[in-house]
């Protein structure tokens, strides 16, 4: 497993914990082998088709472009978003799986809670982009500095939909964010498009990143799928401060 080297080797940070900190996300190659990479893929189609019973706690998201007035496509291809991947035996052991949960631990401190884990499908030719966001002014926590591990089961691309981030962007605090039809994201007036780069990532490659970072992706426009994995996490001094009942979050280590 190897990290990868920052792309500003003169002012480089040294450790982890300091290269999150000022770039807001790092990457580790081959976190995920490619076998098992295929056994999460064919364990979320099953889903995706209904071919494998849901548990219970887990739920599927059609795209909505399809969900609209878009094409009939084969069941399964049809599926943008699987929530509550905790709730499956084989996600579950993903998500506390200690090359994900030692990183964590070192930037979010312990005990370490899961705040999401969802499956972000982005299926071919239809697979819409998710505009340019930052993840905390969707959430209901504070502090707005929970981390997450984004892992693509087929290497992302250019052409599929890979992730695309202003590198730093975490260190500006909260930005406006506006709905559109079907999204929440940042108004284009107020980052520059010339900042984001594409961090097109191998199947099995895990990026790691700050819930202020500024991100999207783009649309699926390749003939085959991109699916990945999201997983957020909490340190012991994130709170909940939404109107509802504070829901229970899994403790993972
Ligand atoms: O999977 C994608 O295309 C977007 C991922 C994302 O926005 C996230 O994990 O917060």
């Known amino acids: 497993m190897t ?20 770039d807001g996300y790092f990457l580790v190659e081959g976190l995920i082998p490619d076998g098992e990479c295929s056994l999460f893929v064919e364990r979320l189609q099953e889903f995706a088709a209904t071919a494998r019973a849901l548990p219970e706690g887990l739920s599927l998201h059609r795209e909505p472009m399809v969900e609209t007035n878009g094409p009939q496509l084969p069941k399964g291809h049809d599926i943008r978003k699987i929530g509550g991947l905790i709730h499956d035996d084989l996600f579950r052991k993903l ?6 949960i030692d990183r964590m631990r070192d930037i979010v401190g312990e005990p370490i809670r899961l705040f999401r884990a969802d499956a972000l499908m982005k299926p071919a030719q239809v697979g819409s982009e998710k505009g340019v966001h930052q993840d905390s002014p969707y959430w209901p926590i504070e502090p707005m500095s929970l981390w997450s591990c984004w892992i693509p089961f087929d290497d992302a691309t250019l052409d599929n939909g890979c992730l695309m981030v202003v590198k730093g ?41 700050h819930s202020l970072l ?30 509802k009942q504070a829901p229970e979050y899994p403790t993972v280590s």
Do not use: C, W
């Not at 709905?179 to 990532?201: F, K, W």
């Not at 991100?215 to 909940?240: D, I, K, Q």
């Open 214 to 243: 500024i991100h999207g992706s783009a649309a699926n426009t390749s003939g085959t799928p991109r699916r990945a994995v999201t997983m957020s996490y909490l340190g012991p001094h994130h709170r909940y401060v939404g109107t």
């Open 95 to 100: 998500i506390t799986r200690k090359e994900i």
């Open 3 to 22: 990290i990868s080297e920052p792309a500003h080797p003169d002012r480089a940070p040294h450790t982890l914990a300091e290269r999150a900190e000022h």
């Open 169 to 209: 962007s975490h260190r500006k605090g909260p930005m406006p964010h506006v709905s559109t039809q079907n999204d929440y994201v940042i108004p284009t007036d107020r980052y520059d498009g010339d900042d984001l780069v594409a961090v097109p990532m191998k199947r099995g490659t895990g990026i790691f990143f």
